[in-house]
């Protein structure tokens, strides 16, 4: 049974940095690509950032290059989401997505709220 838990979520002011992580069990972590998708209410859900299985390409939304910044350790089996410059607009749920190696995975979620 693959499992994704995402953690680091809560409430930052604009400006403020957060640091998701996405902890990853249940299988061989580097089998995957992982991704963060966030998803804010009434709103489609979105994807944020992706990495490679062996953490050598990433890409961004448009929204967040420059501010976001996706890492993984496979050593840990751990994605992370470093989110600096937070804008009220960042304010969502963030998914990790474990994907390209069998049906793909899905953490519960992190609530982040951008706000003052």
């Known amino acids: 049974q693959v499992q994704l838990v995402e953690s680091g979520g809560g409430l930052v002011q604009p400006g403020g940095s957060l640091r998701l992580s996405c902890a990853v069990s249940?299988?061989?972590?580097?089998?995957?690509?992982m991704s963060w998708y966030r998803q804010a209410p009434g709103k489609w859900r979105e994807l944020v950032a992706t990495?490679?299985?062996?953490?050598?390409?990433?890409d961004y939304a448009d929204s967040v290059k420059g501010r976001f910044t996706i890492s993984r350790d496979n050593a840990k089996n751990t994605v992370y989401l470093q989110m600096n410059s937070l804008k009220p607009e960042d304010t969502a749920v963030y998914y990790c997505?474990?994907?390209?190696?069998?049906?793909?995975?899905w953490g519960q979620g992190t609530q982040v709220t951008v706000s003052s």
């Open positions: 997505n474990a994907w390209g190696y069998g049906p793909g995975y």
């Open positions: 990495i490679a299985k062996t953490g050598g390409n990433t």
């Open positions: 249940g299988s061989t972590f580097s089998d995957y690509h």
